[in-house]
Every structure is written in structure tokens, then in C-alpha cells.
């Protein structure tokens, strides 16, 4: 059965949160995102004026999750270079907000912090795909974590930080916290047609088109646990573009033919699905 579609990406992420502007000051000041629309219970932000890349809806009576809970690990914003990653470190410095690590990962180079309800933040940069490394089976890449030299890094961009991020900047990838590995990573290959390009101790990596991956799956904190319940702040679904009609179809196709897995049409013609930890996919044609 062919792969999912290879010009897929990552067009929106829908996050819950607890206060709905002490989350719109951290992703338009703090991280650079402007706001574009909004009202007492959501709000819509990214690079992009038409296409915002984030959605962040207000709930009522906000609860913590269950330390083991199954949900989101970090959504990641992908920079269109070098200099436009090192202007988001300067601009989260300037706002005096607390890193929580940063990573060589030999395909990309990364920092991570977490938003006002303690939500995974990822922000990177590719390296050239010529340069990312490969298995001896050629199969995949090689993913590793390094030390990142952020002293190169930031010469890259040594002036006052713009007020807005890098225009281009979108979703690169998201990664989950999953009850169980296996059985997410042959849901995202063998269901939808994710090609595996990585696995480490208890997490894997898939991605569409050869990109070393847009979704993570790990279960360092939460393996066999539940999914965060609908009172808690975090990720509420996640919205893939495919490059067509035809595409989505063959999506469908594919989920209809699988093992009873159920698949619903939107009125908009998108295609709705859970995955195995009931974390909502929404699949649409560009």
C-alpha cells in the first residue's frame, strides 16, 4: 500500500489552555507570534495572516492532568534559517523567559521552554537535508542529541530582536506522549502511511516525504497512561494539509480498508480521525 501523501505538512495546531491571555502574551510576545483574530474564548496566531498556525481555545475550569497522561509533548516551530532561529532565542531571552534545554539533534538544531500551562514548546532549524546522516541500511536518519553550539548559533543574528517571528515560520512537527509506543508507531505507518525514520529507547520517529519527522512519539513519562481529560490544558487536534483532493481521498481509502478503523468526513470534506491514544488527526486538501 502506497505512503501517505509526501508534500503533507503540518498546517495548525489547537491548544487548550488555562488563561487564555496569559497564553496570547507568551506566543506573541515571548515567542513571536502574531495575533490574528480573537475573542473572549479563542484566539489565532502565526506568521502567516491567513493561514494562523495556532489556535488556543479558553477553557472554563481549568484542572491539571494526571502526571502519566498521554497528549502533547511539545508542538515545534520550524524557522526558515539559522539567523531566524537565533532572533526567536534573543527575542525569548529579552523577555526574560527560562529555556528548559537545547539540542544538536544532527538534522536540526533546537531549544526547547514551555508555554504559561507548562505545554512543550519546541523551536529549530533544519540543517540541509544533504547533510543529515543515515543508517547503514540507508533506511531513515540518524537522529542524535549533542550539545548545541549556541554561541554559532546566535551569531547569527546578533541585533535587537524583531517584535514578530521570521516570516515562513510554521509547525515543523509535533511530538506526542503515547501509553504505548509500538502500538502508536504502527497506527501512524501502517494505518495512515507514515514512513518510520527513527527509533530510539522508548520513542519513535515518522514523518511524510523523507523529512525526519512530523510526529514524535515517546513514552518516557506517560507509558500506559490515559489520555489528558477535556478539563485539562493541552493539544485538541492536530491539522494536516494534503496537496489535494485526490490524495485525501487515497487517505481514505486506505483507513477504510484497514482493520475496522473508522474514519468520518467534516462538512468541509476533511477527514477526521483518532489515534490510539484518542488524540484528534484533521486531515484537509490545500
Known amino acids: 500500500m502506497s505512503s501517505i501523501d ?64 498521554t497528549g502533547l509533548f511539545h508542538v515545534a516551530w520550524l524557522h526558515p534559517s539559522r539567523a531566524g532561529l537565533a532572533e526567536t532565542v534573543r527575542r525569548v531571552a529579552a ?17 526547547y521552554l514551555s508555554d504559561p500551562d507548562g505545554l512543550g514548546v519546541e523551536i529549530y532549524a533544519d540543517r540541509p537535508r544533504e547533510q543529515w546522516q543515515r543508517p547503514p541500511d540507508g533506511r531513515g536518519v540518524r537522529m542524535v542529541t549533542l550539545a548545541l553550539d549556541t554561541e554559532d548559533l546566535l551569531a547569527q543574528f546578533e541585533h535587537d530582536p524583531a517584535v514578530a517571528i521570521a516570516p515562513g515560520t510554521g509547525i515543523g ?8 509506543v509500538e502500538r502508536a508507531d504502527a497506527f501512524y505507518r501502517d494505518a495512515l502511511g507514515f514512513e518510520e525514520q527513527a527509533r530510539m529507547p522508548s520513542a519513535a520517529f515518522v514523518s511524510a516525504g523523507g523529512y525526519h519527522h512530523h510526529i514524535g512519539l515517546n513514552s518516557w513519562q506517560s507509558r500506559g497512561g490515559a489520555p489528558t481529560p477535556a478539563t485539562a490544558p493541552g493539544l485538541r487536534q492536530v491539522h494536516f494539509e494534503l496537496s489535494d483532493t485526490a490524495a485525501l481521498d487515497q487517505l481514505e481509502r ?11 468526513r467534516g462538512d468541509d470534506a476533511s477527514l477526521l480521525v483518532r489515534d490510539p491514544d484518542a488524540q484528534s488527526l484533521h486531515f484537509t486538501a490545500r
Open 173 to 180: 512537527h509535533v511530538h506526542l506522549k503515547v501509553a504505548d
Open 6 to 69: 509526501p508534500q503533507l505538512r503540518i498546517g495548525r495546531a489547537e491548544i487548550a489552555v488555562s488563561d487564555l491571555p496569559r497564553s496570547v502574551d507568551f506566543y506573541e510576545r515571548v515567542l513571536g507570534l502574531p495575533l490574528r483574530s480573537g475573542d473572549d474564548d479563542t484566539a489565532e496566531l502565526g506568521a502567516d495572516a491567513e493561514r494562523p498556525a495556532l489556535l488556543l481555545r479558553r477553557l472554563a475550569h481549568a484542572q491539571a492532568a494526571p502526571p502519566r497522561a
Open 254 to 264: 486506505r483507513l477504510t480498508d484497514g482493520d475496522g478503523l473508522v474514519a468520518a
Open 95 to 111: 523577555a526574560r523567559w527560562p529555556f528548559d534545554g537545547a539540542a544538536d539533534h544532527g538534522v536540526s538544531e533546537a531549544l
